[in-house]
T-cell receptor, first 113, second 107 residues
Framework: DTAVSQTPKYLVTQMGNDKSIKCEQN?????MYWYKQDSKKFLKIMFS???????INETVPNRFSPKSPDKAHLNLHINSLELGDSAVYFC????????????FGPGTRLTVT | AQRVTQPEKLLSVFKGAPVELKCNYS??????LFWYVQYSRQRLQLLLR??SRESIKGFTADLNKGETSFHLKKPFAQEEDSAMYYC?????????FGGGTRLMVKP
């Protein structure tokens, strides 16, 4: 089944912990993204990688560190989790940068208690 | 810096009524605009893009550079159109999303 997949779907953790969210796409795309959707449904880009290289980093705290081991994967590691990190995180991919449709994953709902 | 504004958080209409979801943008360059939709329990997906000038599921959107708008319209809303709609601007290889509008179509 060709798609963008994310694991886990739900993540509940305590403040101060370190956690990772994984994303994989089997669409053969070169570009991958991480978005954060807050409680008010605002959707904001965090990072973009093209061919495993970071091309966009939108003023995200350095507690967030994306890692792209290959073109098909873009993982998000978060250190020292804070309450304000609670959100839904979406991974997406596109064939390249520019005017391509982005394909989104199902989202990971992160709850920090 | 680019910005996308969707002034309505919630739009509620009856089935068969016309619907218009508003989107205004701010961008100094040549804009490329999209509408994405998220149905209940489904992932966000592309609905249409202005460059294609096509109608998808009865929806159309026209780019008005004078008014810096890209409103989404459908003449007769259906219950299955109920979803969250996001307007997005592609600028510098990056999508900037509006705040989203939840469309509820009542029977």
């Amino acid at each position: 089944d060709t798609a963008v997949s994310q694991t886990p779907k739900y993540l509940v953790t305590q403040m101060g912990n370190d956690k990772s969210i994984k994303c994989e796409q089997n669409l053969g795309h070169d570009t991958m993204y991480w978005y954060k959707q807050d409680s008010k449904k605002f959707l904001k880009i965090m990072f973009s990688y093209n061919n495993k290289e970071l091309i966009i980093n939108e003023t995200v705290p350095n507690r967030f560190s994306p890692k792209s081991p290959d073109k098909a994967h873009l993982n998000l590691h978060i250190n020292s989790l804070e309450l304000g990190d609670s959100a839904v995180y979406f991974c997406a991919s596109s064939p390249g940068t520019g005017l391509y449709e982005q394909y989104f994953g199902p989202g990971t709902r992160l709850t920090v208690t | 810096a680019q910005r996308v504004t969707q002034p309505e958080k919630l739009l509620s209409v009856f089935k068969g009524a016309p619907v218009e979801l508003k989107c205004n943008y701010s961008y100094s360059g040549s804009p490329e605009l999209f509408w994405y939709v998220q149905y209940s329990r489904q992932r966000l997906q592309l609905l249409l893009r202005h460059i294609s000038r096509e109608s998808i599921k009865g929806f159309t959107a026209d780019l008005n550079k004078g008014e810096t708008s890209f409103h989404l319209k459908k003449p007769f809303a259906q219950e299955e159109d109920s979803a969250m709609y996001y307007c997005a601007l592609n600028a510098g290889n990056m999508l900037t999303f509006g705040g989203g509008t939840r469309l509820m179509v009542k029977p």
